[in-house]
């Protein structure tokens, strides 16, 4: 599968035969390099929990951003998760999973909407890089989900661009409960519109298939803005 160039495995573990890497800019590399790939999607989703965790809590190690490492990376790739999440300029995938070069397969659109051209990147994850995990990450205050609600209540005459997204997220979202506050509506719609991502790639045709066997793991959450944790639905 991977003909250009070796896999991360490979790289890191050189199969079973110890590897020297070259020392220097690697400080931030060496307490990870010899964590092997993922065997699957249940642990490749517990090394995104534990990643976030170290990045919440403000002790996150940046490994896999060295030269040493890039240069691994220059023939070949072999992320361990594929990430469907948000544009938002406050929700870098990366970032908040402390992860580097390398680890995820990263599709960003607004309100992680489940498009055309967003399908062919996610297939290409699965099929081509053989991803283990799929994530659909949503975030509080998500603009793109807000502008549904405010539209369902008919209080937004949005933008066609706009218009285009709230098109996408409207048939997944709940319908409005007078008892909740707006803030409360927005967080139930979030939540509601990762669930309505996944429902949708898993009913596309294949995935049913790598799902049932195991092959790929299907998972999702939400990023919490001002604590910077992610719950895992």
């Known amino acids: 599968m991977w003909e250009n160039g070796l896999t991360r495995r490979e790289v890191l573990t050189g199969a079973g035969v110890t590897v020297a890497l070259p020392l220097a800019g690697l400080a931030a590399d060496s307490d990870v390099a010899k964590v092997p790939f993922p065997k699957d999607g249940a642990e490749a989703l517990l090394r995104l929990k ?22 691994q990376l220059v023939s070949t790739q072999k992320p ?8 938002d300029s406050r929700v870098p995938v990366e970032l908040i999973f402390d992860q580097g070069f390398g680890d995820l397969f990263v599709v960003r659109v607004a309100g992680n909407v489940i498009a055309p051209d967003v399908v062919g990147s996610l297939g290409y994850a699965i099929e081509h890089l053989e991803t283990p995990l799929v994530l659909v990450v949503g975030h509080r ?27 996408l997220i409207t048939p997944g979202l709940p319908k409005p409960k007078p008892e909740l506050s707006l803030e409360q509506r927005i967080d139930s719609a979030v939540e509601a519109n ?33 604590t910077g944790r992610v719950r895992f639905l």
């Not at 361990?80 to 544009?87: E, H, K, M």
């Not at 205050?141 to 209080?155: F, N, S």
């Not at 991502?197 to 939400?222: F, N």
Request: charge should be neutral; aromatic fraction near 6%; glycine fraction near 10%.
């Open 141 to 167: 205050g998500c603009g793109a989900v807000t502008a549904a609600v405010q539209a369902m209540d008919g209080k937004l005459d949005p933008l066609p661009g706009v218009n285009a997204l709230v098109e």
């Open 80 to 87: 361990f998760a594929t990430i469907l999440g948000c544009s």
């Open 194 to 226: 990762v669930q309505w991502s996944m429902m949708q790639l898993a009913k596309l045709p294949g995935a049913k298939k790598v799902l049932e066997s195991g092959q790929v793991t299907l998972a999702g959450a939400v990023y919490d803005l001002a």
């Open 50 to 71: 534990e990643g976030n965790a170290r990045f919440a809590d403000s002790m996150t190690r940046h490994a896999h951003e060295s030269a040493n490492w890039r240069k």
